[in-house]
């Protein structure tokens, strides 16, 4: 019997040992949403600053991010954006497709983009009618929810009033 218990206990070692070294391993090394942008070819400016979390199945390329909030910008002085809380869709390489929770200001209408697409230097946004295109570099950094990319711009006095006007800005 004792034969029988040193092989045993090896084994039980080796267990706890590999349960011990495995486990901190994988949660720590999970990636942010803005990497797993970047591992299907996109920029991470596409989703604004402060996604909290995010699901993926790789095996269907379903997917949802979360953010603090909704949240609302305008980039370039022209489009306003708006997301929700929670963005949803599919992702592969260069296509996101079925997207909700992301709609553009045309006009005097809010319309949800349902795909964007990466054509080399180029993404296509496409909201189901129409689509538009956008150089690549545009969205090399994120946005952030109230001010978009303008935000050291802004003066004290602005930056207090993005602050107080809340319907759509995160807390970030």
Not at 58 to 84: H, I, P, R
Not at 161 to 168: A, D, L, N
Request: hydrophobic content about 40%.
């Amino acid at each position: 019997m004792t034969r029988f218990m040193a092989p045993m206990t090896t084994l039980c070692v080796w267990l706890v040992y590999m349960a011990t070294w495995v486990t901190p391993f994988s949660a720590a090394d999970k990636l942010t949403a803005y990497q797993v942008l970047q591992e299907y070819d996109f920029p991470v400016g596409i989703l604004p600053k402060g996604a909290l979390s995010y699901e993926l199945d790789a095996s269907t390329g379903k997917f949802s991010a979360d953010l603090n909030g909704s949240c609302s910008f305008s980039l370039e002085g022209s489009y306003q954006l708006k997301y929700k809380s929670t963005i949803k869709g599919y992702i592969s390489k260069d296509r996101l497709r079925d997207l909700s929770g992301v709609s553009v200001k045309v006009l005097f209408f809010w319309v949800n983009i349902i795909e964007v697409v990466r054509r080399g230097d180029q993404l296509q946004f496409s909201v189901g009618i129409a689509s538009a295109n956008f150089p690549i570099s545009n969205f090399a950094e994120c946005p952030q929810c109230g001010c978009g990319m303008d935000c050291l711009t802004l003066s004290l006095d602005e930056a207090h009033q993005v602050r107080s006007w809340r319907p759509f800005v995160s807390s970030n």
